[in-house]
């Protein structure tokens, strides 16, 4: 039996609950907390006990002593278990990839409409109340309540049914709000595999709650690439994310058939959820270049290549967007639309009429993959001042129908060049408050720039991302939320700051030093 | 001729403009751009030059090359150049301190209201609208503006007569919003004025808007502080201020005689501004010990102590109010209005009623302080979830009779144990967008514990405040904050990135690997 876990939190052990209905175990952290010491009017010592505070637990089991790595260094299949006795699934032999049985549905969406409560489902509405039930307190979160909102599209639950090592977690408005950071590696390293886990434990610590995964470089081949995704999917237990126009770019002419492959192979090794920007369309990206700057991005300068490789031709994902859709919902992993036509300056946000356009699409896009049972997210990065978060959030619920917001920043300005993590800590907070259900950590400029070492960039992202997160939380009164504000502030009134603020804060202290 | 200045930006050079009424050279910073580059249709090359862009300076005369230091490694005293025309003022030969004429009044507020605009407010208007006018637009800030606005008591400009180096600047709603430093020192140093100027240019050269002074310390005989404040005082071109009761506390017995003394040398030596807690009566301070977490401030334990040692006694800065003013408005030393009562837990934040009788009293207070011709500022402090900060805002404005707001964060969770900085700047941010003028920045964790090198994370703190309080301009739209903005993504659009870009951004580059 090893005694010390790969991931450790001062003052704290790994705990399960156990579902109800399913057999599920959800992993949680349990915070023992010191008892409280008061003198009373004559002077003697009165010692009360305080219940220990049992908190969300993005650490996986990684945190649990007990857990022995496997032979391929992944974590157990457990969702693979229940297959066994599913009817709706069934498996590739020759590719070794689950897959919906013809006709079938295998999507949560699909299971909340029909009215039943997943494992997944249940598993979720443990781990985001728990810290209230703990304290014998009643929460709105039920998996009935979980069920309803992946049903309304209003919250959806990335797993893909190939990811058989993930925890499930719920991204929605009326949950709390997720951090998502992309993950990568030094192309000069050696040992990418022991760097890439490295990295993701340091991510769990910190309370990551998805991945996306950039390991798509040009001077990389795609196997390698492939080869990374894969030994990240089998070691995490968070969903991962991809942009699979990026893991096709490279293999060489663009265009659907080849794209579809590479989908279905992303699909079947296990991407919980896929960026794309089936709302790009040729007309908006020529008129982008009326704009003060355009998208630096990659996924950007692919398109408008295209564009200009294939004239007359109109975005492929748009044009065969339904079959798209079929392939996602049979793995159910879920679609995030991506804003093609974001403001990357404070100067074109101030009259956006391209995105305008561009939300006019997602509207029939979003609807159009819930007809095919797909999980549907709708993305918003990009610039914005302060005055203008809370109108572009109300705008997005709108005209996503209500579908949850993946927004990274926005940032309020241009000016604070090679520190967007901090702008986007501050856009965030107000975003997240008013309606954003997950907030992407900012990429280090130096990895924009390919510079070697951007490890520290990106905790420093997350780190503030995270804070960014909890204080929407704690500004939207979510269950439970501020439970740690309070006891952490019970603790240093009664003098236990060293030992116990320390074990309940947020962001652990070895990390600290990121910041000093 | 010194060729190298003692701060140094790239691709800037110092330039000074002119008052029209009066004989005042006011310091900016000219950053030149490189030229556009295009090709026409027919390939050929066209160069549009770009007109430089001038911005708000606070480096004062240390990026100016021409600048050689004094025998005393002061500045020069420009502001004393006027004083022998003046018949309002004289000097105490003696103590070498200027001070109004008997029955003579000197401060800004009371010559505004008198309809005389001094040359602060026109130092100040040229500062603030700077930027716009070299693009030939025209802005709202004239000097007139300026001079309604101190009259209304809306913006204070916190110059006493005494800081004779200082460089005016305006803290108000209508103005761009500044961000406030503690200065300290370490205890251990051989030669704490050399690392006081060190850490000054630094804080210039960042972007600092004024500095709170705490070189009191228990370890310290206060001879020692009031030396070090002085020689920070000589140096510093922006304003500097002090909590006067910190610099009486430990000389002995605290009562208000000894305060006067204490307040009156700390008026001659040059101090614009004093934070007092005069608004913390001993009925709210008793109240204060049922809450979940009390403030740990010094100013709030040394009142604390002191109402213990004085049964039934008030606070003297309350009783004594009125010879306060007189005091501060001999010299013209703004008042800072502290918030004893401000809550430090988000637990008691959610009903602050203790805030809410404080607020009361800090209506009196400003209508007596104004009675008096002392200009005002009202603080706002402390813990409040996101959702409450508009709120908080609007209130103290009312309260406050529309007086500047220096605020600290508010702070948004306490979860983030040793992050405040990150907290300050989320809810800096909104405070600021919202109403606040002066952004403090927070004091690093080692400092309130006594550790020794604290100041990258002063410098920390300060640079993510300068982002929030620009952030807070963008959304405010003051005149000319987005220029810089814009001219950032013009130059990107035009690959002039590194160097433009590099230029022009917010916060200079050498100083970024504070934060990565």
């Given at each position: 039996m090893?005694?010390?876990?790969?991931i450790?939190?001062?003052?704290?052990?790994k705990?399960?609950?156990?579902?109800?209905v399913?057999?599920?175990?959800v992993g949680?952290?349990?915070?023992t907390l010191?008892d409280?010491?008061?003198l009373?009017?004559?002077?003697e010592?009165?010692?009360k006990?305080?219940?220990?505070?049992?908190?969300y637990?993005?650490?996986?089991?990684?945190?649990?002593?007990?857990?022995?790595?496997?032979?391929?260094?992944?974590l157990?299949?457990?969702?693979a278990?229940?297959?066994?006795r599913r009817?709706?699934?069934?498996?590739?032999?020759g590719r070794?990839?689950?897959?919906a049985?013809?006709g079938?549905?295998?999507?949560?969406?699909?299971?909340a409409?029909k009215?039943?409560?997943t494992?997944e489902?249940?598993?979720?509405?443990i781990?985001?109340n728990?810290?209230?039930e703990?304290?014998g307190?009643?929460s709105y979160?039920?998996?009935?309540?979980?069920?309803?909102e992946v049903a309304?599209g209003?919250?959806v639950i990335?797993?893909?049914?190939?990811?058989?090592?993930?925890?499930?977690?719920?991204?929605?408005n009326?949950?709390?709000?997720?951090?998502n950071?992309?993950?990568?590696?030094?192309?000069?390293?050696?040992?990418?595999?022991?760097?890439?886990?490295?990295?993701?434990l340091?991510?769990?610590?910190?309370?990551?709650?998805?991945l996306?995964?950039l390991f798509?470089?040009?001077?990389r081949?795609m196997?390698?690439a492939?080869?990374?995704?894969?030994?990240?999917l089998r070691r995490?237990?968070?969903?991962?994310?991809v942009?699979?126009?990026?893991?096709?770019?490279?293999?060489?002419?663009l265009?659907?058939?080849?794209f579809?492959d590479?989908?279905?192979?992303?699909c079947e090794?296990?991407?919980d959820?896929?960026?794309?920007?089936p709302?790009?369309?040729?007309?908006e990206?020529?008129?982008?270049?009326?704009?003060l700057?355009?998208?630096r991005?990659?996924?950007y300068?692919?398109?408008?290549?295209?564009f200009?490789?294939?004239?007359g031709?109109?975005n492929?994902?748009y044009?065969h967007f339904?079959e798209?859709?079929e392939?996602l919902?049979?793995?159910?992993?879920?679609l995030?639309l991506g804003?093609g036509m974001?403001?990357?300056?404070?100067?074109?946000?101030a009259?956006d009429?391209?995105?305008?356009?561009?939300?006019k699409?997602v509207?029939?896009?979003?609807r159009?993959?819930?007809?095919?049972?797909?999980?549907?997210?709708v993305?918003?990065a990009?610039?914005a001042p302060?005055?203008?978060?809370?109108?572009?959030?109300k705008?997005?619920?709108?005209?996503?129908h209500?579908a949850?917001i993946?927004t990274s920043g926005?940032?309020?300005?241009?000016a604070a060049?090679?520190?967007d993590a901090?702008g986007?800590?501050?856009?965030?907070?107000?975003a997240?408050w008013q309606g954003?259900?997950l907030l992407?950590?900012?990429?280090?400029e130096e990895?924009?720039r390919?510079k070697?070492?951007t490890?520290?960039?990106?905790?420093q992202?997350?780190i503030?991302a995270?804070?960014a997160?909890?204080a929407a939380?704690?500004?939207?009164?979510?269950p439970?939320?501020?439970?740690?504000d309070?006891?952490?502030?019970?603790a240093?009134?009664?003098?236990?700051?060293e030992?116990d603020?320390?074990?309940?804060?947020?962001?652990?202290?070895?990390?600290?030093k990121?910041l000093?």
């Amino acid at each position: 039996m090893k005694q010390r876990a790969m991931i450790q939190y001062p003052r704290s052990e790994k705990c399960y609950v156990s579902g109800r209905v399913n057999k599920i175990q959800v992993g949680m952290r349990r915070i023992t907390l010191q008892d409280t010491v008061q003198l009373t009017a004559s002077g003697e010592k009165t010692v009360k006990p305080n219940s220990p505070l049992v908190v969300y637990d993005t650490s996986g089991a990684y945190s649990d002593p007990q857990f022995e790595k496997g032979e391929a260094g992944g974590l157990p299949p457990m969702r693979a278990e229940s297959y066994g006795r599913r009817k709706d699934l069934c498996r590739d032999e020759g590719r070794g990839a689950y897959r919906a049985k013809p006709g079938k549905i295998v999507t949560q969406l699909y299971y909340a409409k029909k009215r039943i409560i997943t494992p997944e489902m249940e598993y979720v509405a443990i781990r985001e109340n728990q810290q209230v039930e703990t304290l014998g307190l009643k929460s709105y979160i039920t998996p009935e309540f979980v069920r309803k909102e992946v049903a309304a599209g209003r919250a959806v639950i990335p797993a893909n049914i190939n990811h058989v090592e993930l925890e499930p977690m719920i991204i929605g408005n009326r949950f709390l709000v997720k951090v998502n950071s992309p993950i990568n590696y030094r192309l000069e390293l050696q040992e990418p595999i022991r760097e890439v886990e490295e990295q993701l434990l340091n991510y769990l610590a910190i309370g990551c709650d998805t991945l996306t995964a950039l390991f798509e470089q040009e001077e990389r081949p795609m196997e390698e690439a492939d080869h990374l995704r894969s030994a990240l999917l089998r070691r995490s237990p968070i969903p991962v994310g991809v942009n699979p126009l990026l893991a096709t770019a490279w293999a060489g002419e663009l265009d659907w058939p080849l794209f579809r492959d590479r989908l279905i192979a992303l699909c079947e090794a296990g991407v919980d959820f896929v960026r794309l920007y089936p709302s790009l369309l040729r007309g908006e990206c020529e008129q982008l270049r009326q704009r003060l700057l355009r998208p630096r991005s990659l996924e950007y300068r692919i398109w408008d290549n295209w564009f200009l490789a294939h004239k007359g031709e109109e975005n492929f994902l748009y044009v065969h967007f339904d079959e798209l859709c079929e392939i996602l919902g049979s793995y159910d992993v879920t679609l995030s639309l991506g804003d093609g036509m974001r403001a990357v300056s404070i100067y074109d946000a101030a009259a956006d009429s391209l995105r305008q356009e561009e939300l006019k699409r997602v509207r029939e896009l979003v609807r159009r993959a819930w007809d095919h049972q797909v999980q549907t997210m709708v993305e918003s990065a990009g610039h914005a001042p302060m005055d203008k978060i809370q109108g572009q959030m109300k705008e997005i619920q709108y005209m996503g129908h209500g579908a949850p917001i993946f927004t990274s920043g926005p940032l309020l300005t241009n000016a604070a060049c090679g520190l967007d993590a901090v702008g986007m800590a501050i856009g965030g907070a107000q975003a997240a408050w008013q309606g954003a259900s997950l907030l992407c950590c900012s990429e280090p400029e130096e990895a924009l720039r390919g510079k070697s070492d951007t490890r520290r960039g990106y905790y420093q992202s997350l780190i503030m991302a995270k804070i960014a997160a909890h204080a929407a939380d704690v500004a939207k009164a979510h269950p439970g939320a501020g439970m740690r504000d309070h006891a952490i502030c019970k603790a240093m009134a009664e003098g236990n700051r060293e030992a116990d603020a320390e074990a309940l804060s947020l962001i652990p202290k070895r990390f600290l030093k990121l910041l000093k």
